[in-house]
Nanobody, 124 residues
């Protein structure tokens, strides 16, 4: 049984930082790819960042590149999303996801395991 649990969300002022964490059971992030997605009210779910299992290659959406960093802690079997210089448009529920492998052409499809989400609210 695969379970992904996000934590670390909260309310912050614009310009500040948050670090989200995704803890996995039933899979290891050295074998499976991990991704972060977000969904704002009234908007579709969108890709944020991903990291591959075998090589640790990272991928980012243009809207967060340079501000967000995805990483993994192999010892803890967790994946983190460090979010810096947060802006109000980053406000959303952030979801952790996993799938067998990820490439630059499959960033937004095929994610078959999902966490419950954690709320990030950025005030101006």
């Amino acid at each position: 049984q695969v379970q992904l649990v996000e934590s670390g969300g909260g309310l912050v002022q614009a310009g500040n930082s948050l670090r989200l964490s995704c803890a996995a059971s039933g899979l290891t992030f050295t074998s499976y790819a991990a991704g972060w997605f977000r969904q704002a009210p009234g908007k579709e779910r969108g890709f944020v960042a991903a990291i591959s299992g075998r090589t640790g290659s990272t991928y980012y959406s243009n809207s967060v590149k340079g501000r967000f960093t995805i990483s993994r802690d192999i010892r803890m079997n967790t994946v983190a999303l460090q979010m810096n210089v947060l802006q109000p448009e980053d406000t959303a529920v952030y979801y952790c996801a996993a799938k067998w492998r990820v490439t630059s052409t499959t960033l937004e499809v095929g994610w078959n395991y999902w966490g419950q989400g954690t709320q990030v609210t950025v005030s101006s």
